[in-house]
């Protein structure tokens, strides 16, 4: 009962809230942003979520899209603006995901929504992360984030939805608010984020 009807309830009134009273911060961020990234304050991206359905996730821009002389995009650490720093580091670029949440594309708490490139890389056990929505936080975010390893990450989204339920989620809101206050796992050594999944070796 909680899977099917208690979480998406919660999870739509609990991210229309949150938006409204958040509303103010994130019309600061946008208009900072949009002097920051040449009027761009929104990012866009194709993201697989329940059953692999595509849908389209909104964050906050924090990399502009500066090129090196062939044309392709530098690395994330060169292109991450100092608002931008500022806004990963505080998990503010996560706001504007709660009008996916309030779409119905995604929950507040499960596997966080990755690249569409990395679906044919899974194994069967790690393809079990779609079987429920993707969220903005869940189990992984709050056992390491981006600090941690491709295989561990897997192995938590796989423990959340094997033991999914109302006292779980509990757990990972009050970690998560613990560890936005101390900013922990942002990114990987020597990363601006994540290091790219090349698949199971």
């Not at 509303?23 to 009027?39: D, E, K, Y």
């Not at 580091?89 to 949440?101: A, F, G, H, R």
């Not at 757990?171 to 050594?189: A, M, P, W, Y």
Request: zero cysteines; a positive charge.
């Amino acid at each position: 009962m909680y899977k099917s009807i208690l979480k998406p309830l919660f999870d739509f009134f609990a991210a229309f809230i949150g938006f409204l009273i958040l509303s103010p911060i994130f019309l600061i961020i946008t208009l900072l942003l949009i002097f920051a990234n040449n009027g761009k304050p929104f990012f866009f991206q194709k993201r697989p979520g329940k059953n692999e359905r595509i849908f389209k996730v909104i964050k906050f821009k924090t990399m502009n899209d500066k090129k090196d002389k062939q044309g392709n995009l530098l690395p994330d650490y060169l292109r991450l603006t100092k608002t931008g720093s500022f806004i990963r580091k505080t998990s503010l670029d996560e706001i504007p995901q709660l009008l996916n949440v309030i779409k119905g594309d995604m929950s507040l708490i499960g596997p966080r929504p990755l690249l569409v490139e990395y679906l044919p890389l899974y194994n069967e056990e790690q393809k079990r992360r779609h079987e429920i929505k993707p969220g903005i936080t869940g189990w992984a975010q709050i056992n390491g984030r981006n600090a941690i390893s491709w295989q561990k990450k897997f192995e938590y989204d796989v423990y959340y939805i094997n033991h999914l339920s109302f006292w779980l989620d509990l757990k990972i809101i009050l970690l998560t608010l613990k560890k936005v206050f101390v900013r922990e796992g942002i990114s990987q050594d020597g990363q601006a984020t994540m290091e790219v999944f090349k698949g199971n070796k």
